[in-house]
């Protein structure tokens, strides 16, 4: 794994976290946009609905929400729920994920029995936009996932498929403006449509959906420097053309860079 802290902030972000207690009949709706969620059962059953599909999640379980994905939760019958979640985003999430058995196809965890575990999910510091707010943050935040690598190990037998090599390729090339989709095939040595298939089934994403999600969750980081000028910070993450950076930019998190940067400002003041 490369490094997971850039040179001006993280490259993970806690974006918000809450907790549910005592739930009852009630059913809620968890979606996400570019970010991930991981939800951890304090106590009760949970039920989930993936489309037709319906899963029980149990005390000490936990699921995992992909970027743009939905699902329903309810408490079962008689029973009582409390749960506690975080919503979190950016390169390092990613790769800290794919140390995980969590993966699109296998969203719930084995028990996480640490004492007092649902304490960790609770992050006031990613209310704090200051650079060293963020880097609390997200220190913070990779303690928590920090067990699941521990508790909840991806498959070594996984450790040199396809999709790994590609997203480890991506990691390391995803700053340089002419890196592609053609570029990860190549490297990879499969079919460019055999990898689409592979990454979409993986991450739920297309390779290029994904270099350009790590591209600006890095542009993101980047633009809490407020002197940094946006056409640097576009070069910086792989866009030579500052026009296409700011649409890609707007799309992935509803702003421009410009608008971005004084929210930012605005927060502070």
């Known amino acids: 794994m490369s490094t997971i802290f850039g040179k001006t902030s993280p490259q993970i972000i806690c974006h918000s976290f809450g907790i549910r207690k005592n739930?009852?009949?009630?059913?809620?709706?968890?979606?996400?946009?570019?970010?991930?969620?991981?939800?951890?059962?304090?106590?009760?059953?949970?039920?989930?609905?993936?489309?037709?599909?319906?899963?029980?999640?149990n005390t000490h379980e936990s699921f995992c929400l992909y970027p743009y994905s939905k699902l329903e939760v309810s408490a079962t019958e008689d029973d009582r729920l409390s749960y506690c979640w975080i919503e979190f985003s950016g390169m390092g999430a990613d790769y800290i994920l794919g140390e995980t058995a969590f993966r699109k196809d296998n969203i719930c965890s084995c028990p996480i029995e640490v004492p007092e575990f649902e304490k960790l999910f609770n992050i006031p510091e990613s209310g704090d936009k200051t650079t060293g707010g963020q880097y609390r943050a997200a220190g913070k935040l990779m303690i928590l996932l920090s067990y699941y690598v521990d508790l909840?190990?991806?498959?070594?037998?996984?450790?040199?498929?396809?999709?790994?090599?590609?997203?480890?390729?991506?990691?390391?090339?995803?700053?340089n403006p002419n890196f592609s989709v053609k570029n990860v095939a190549e490297y990879v040595k499969i079919d460019r449509t055999y990898l689409y298939r592979l990454f979409k089934d993986e991450t739920g994403l297309s390779v290029i959906d994904y270099i350009n999600r790590h591209r600006i969750s890095q542009a993101e980081s980047m633009l809490s420097d407020q002197s940094l000028a946006i056409k640097d910070v576009a070069y910086s993450v792989g866009f030579s053309d500052q026009m296409y950076f700011s649409k890609v930019f707007k799309k992935h998190t509803g702003k421009t860079p410009t608008e971005f940067k004084r929210s930012l400002v605005n927060d502070k003041s």
């Open 152 to 175: 909840f190990p991806k498959d070594e037998s996984r450790n040199n498929d396809y999709v790994d090599i590609a997203l480890n390729y991506i990691e390391e090339n995803y700053a």
């Open 23 to 57: 739930c009852s009949d009630s059913t809620t709706s968890l979606v996400t946009g570019n970010t991930y969620k991981i939800v951890f059962v304090i106590s009760g059953k949970c039920r989930l609905e993936i489309g037709d599909k319906i899963m029980l999640i």
